[in-house]
């Protein structure tokens, strides 16, 4: 069974916007942080951004600043990626990830559940 189910990934032009989301299971959301990371074609996979488990604080890549916005819904098991002014270096699989601090996650890109990915491409 599946913990962290992403959706919402796709093909969008440049300067557009996506919103991905991520499904947990109850085990694997409550009380974690959770975040997003992502993978290039050919890179490893970086840190985008985490949110701590009463939306306190949250933490960005800086590339992704002012462009990205992650929230969470504590009552629906649910955290969600807003990916505005989207770019082509944008393009990568998007993780959705569970884990003990966003300060960690945001770091040392710890995490101890991962979702399987979604697809975000971004066309010039």
């Known amino acids: 069974q599946e913990q962290l189910v992403e959706s919402g990934g796709g093909l969008v032009q440049a300067g557009g916007s996506l919103r991905l989301s991520c499904a947990a299971s109850e085990r694997t959301f409550s009380g974690s942080a959770m975040g997003w990371f992502r993978q290039a074609p050919g890179k490893e996979r970086e840190f985008v951004s985490a949110?701590?488990?009463?939306?306190?604080?949250?933490y960005y890549a800086d590339s992704v600043k002012r462009r990205f916005g992650i929230s969470r819904d504590n009552a629906k098991n649910m955290v969600y990626l807003q990916m505005n002014t989207l770019k082509p270096e944008d393009t990568a699989v998007y993780y959705c990830?569970?884990?003990?601090?966003?300060?960690?996650?945001?770091?040392?890109?710890?995490?101890?559940?991962w979702g399987q990915g979604t697809q975000v491409t971004v066309s010039s």
């Open positions: 990830a569970a884990g003990l601090t966003a300060q960690a996650m945001a770091e040392s890109s710890l995490a101890t559940d």
């Open positions: 949110i701590s488990g009463a939306s306190i604080y949250t």
